[in-house]
């Protein structure tokens, strides 16, 4: 008597597990980072860190990554990592620092101490990539905003 009966019931617990769907999740976290917008698209600077025979193939990438709905890509100057010893690649002159997120420029009053984490062909590109000068209001104000 019951064996017919545990037979429906597994026969029906497994109809109910193919019928039924499972359902599907997204956090949108990784590593305990969470990655929010709040608008569409999220635009994303894409650092211009490769030889002039790879600019095409960034430029694609860039014009195909921006199809999306929800991507936007810009391409913007990229640095250069120091030498083996800390030198400068050749048509880099100024000096990044990664931790204070500041520049520094040839004859500034901190260039010759500063030892690079990074290295800038100018101004303009450290600045695209996030960087302030060193010693000007846009570094004194972020150091403010940093004591709060």
């Known amino acids: 008597m019951f064996?017919?009966?545990?037979?429906?019931?597994?026969?029906?617990?497994?109809?109910?597990?193919?019928?039924?769907?499972?359902s599907a999740s997204a956090n949108h976290?990784?590593?305990?980072?969470?990655?929010?917008?709040?608008?569409?698209?999220?635009?994303?600077?894409?650092?211009?860190?490769?030889?002039?025979?790879w600019d095409a193939v960034l430029g694609t990438t860039s014009s195909d990554w921006s199809k999306s709905s929800v991507l936007d890509t810009t391409i913007v100057a990229g640095g250069a990592k120091p030498?083996?010893?800390?030198?400068?690649?050749?048509?880099?002159?100024?000096?990044?620092?990664?931790d204070s997120m500041k520049y520094h420029a040839p004859g500034g009053r901190w260039y010759d101490a500063t030892i690079a984490e990074v290295w800038f062909r100018t101004e303009a590109d450290a600045e695209a990539a996030g960087f302030v000068k060193a010693g000007s209001r846009a570094s004194k104000a972020a150091n403010e905003e940093a004591d709060k």
Request: charged share 20%; hydrophobic share 45%.
């Open 3 to 22: 064996r017919p009966l545990r037979r429906s019931a597994l026969l029906l617990a497994a109809v109910a597990l193919l019928v039924v769907p499972a």
């Open 29 to 53: 976290s990784w590593g305990g980072y969470h990655w929010a917008r709040t608008a569409n698209p999220f635009t994303l600077k894409l650092g211009d860190n490769v030889s002039a025979s």
């Open 83 to 98: 030498g083996p010893d800390g030198e400068a690649p050749e048509g880099y002159l100024i000096k990044g620092n990664k």
